[in-house]
């Protein structure tokens, strides 16, 4: 059995970042499932926040390291990990890889987040329509915006035919908007990124109706 443990859940997009990062730098690792929904969230408890006072997913403990931030740890599996870099070396294209990394994971994924739609709901009296509204805008906002600059910058992938970090975050993305039927026909780059991605072993591999605690 590896030495490498992956806290995760099959539907959460930043525990399948870090999925896709170990399997492209073929890496082994045994998952444990937090449930993030049942019995008000495994992501609650006293046990998991020993881990991640966060409480979120994913960590993973790596040897006697244990990390939380899935861009700090593909980040550490570069350093640690040097095969199939996902962060280029070049300083333009590093700087551009980062940019667009975070303009996914950053701005766009937080707003949409679970607890921030619990929040939403349960807090705030948001009706289920307009949680969607909530929802659909941001992942509009983000994806106009990432359209118009993977037009400059993509290959095969987002950034030329190389696979990057970008990759790596809009993958995830991409499934948890038509999870909730974003209209996806504006993004054509988008889509035709994310199909050549998909097409990717480690990619395959990676999705969460793959993983050992999906639920059908
Ligand atoms: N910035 C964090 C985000 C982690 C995150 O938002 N995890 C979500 C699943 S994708 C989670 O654990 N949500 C639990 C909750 O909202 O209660 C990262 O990139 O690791």
């Known amino acids: 059995m590896p030495d490498r443990i992956l806290y995760g ?80 070396t070049d300083r333009e294209q590093r700087y551009l890889v980062k940019a667009l990394a975070q303009d996914i994971a950053i701005d766009i994924h937080p707003l949409n987040n ?27 906002h983000g994806f106009s915006a990432l359209e118009q600059r993977l037009s400059q910058t993509h290959g095969r992938y987002c950034v030329g035919d190389q696979v990057s970090l970008v990759d790596v975050c809009l993958v995830p993305q991409v499934y948890n908007a038509k999870r909730f039927n974003v209209d996806m026909s504006p993004y054509p780059i988008i889509e035709s990124v994310t199909a050549s991605l998909n097409h990717l072993d480690a990619f395959q591999q990676a999705m969460p109706e793959k993983q050992p605690d999906a639920e059908r």
């Open 9 to 88: 859940y099959w539907r959460s997009s930043a525990a399948y970042r870090v999925r896709i990062a170990l399997n492209l730098k073929g890496l082994e690792y045994q998952q444990r499932s937090i449930h993030l929904v049942k019995a008000g969230g495994e992501q609650h408890t006293a046990a998991f926040q020993q881990l991640n006072p966060n409480q979120l997913v994913p960590v993973l403990v790596d040897g006697d390291m244990t990390l939380n931030q899935s861009l700090a740890i593909i980040d550490y599996l570069d350093e640690t990990y040097p095969q199939q870099l996902l962060t280029p």
């Open 114 to 140: 679970l607890r921030v739609l619990q929040y939403l709901s349960n807090s705030l009296d948001v009706a289920d329509t307009d949680k969607m509204r909530w929802y659909a805008h941001w992942i509009e």
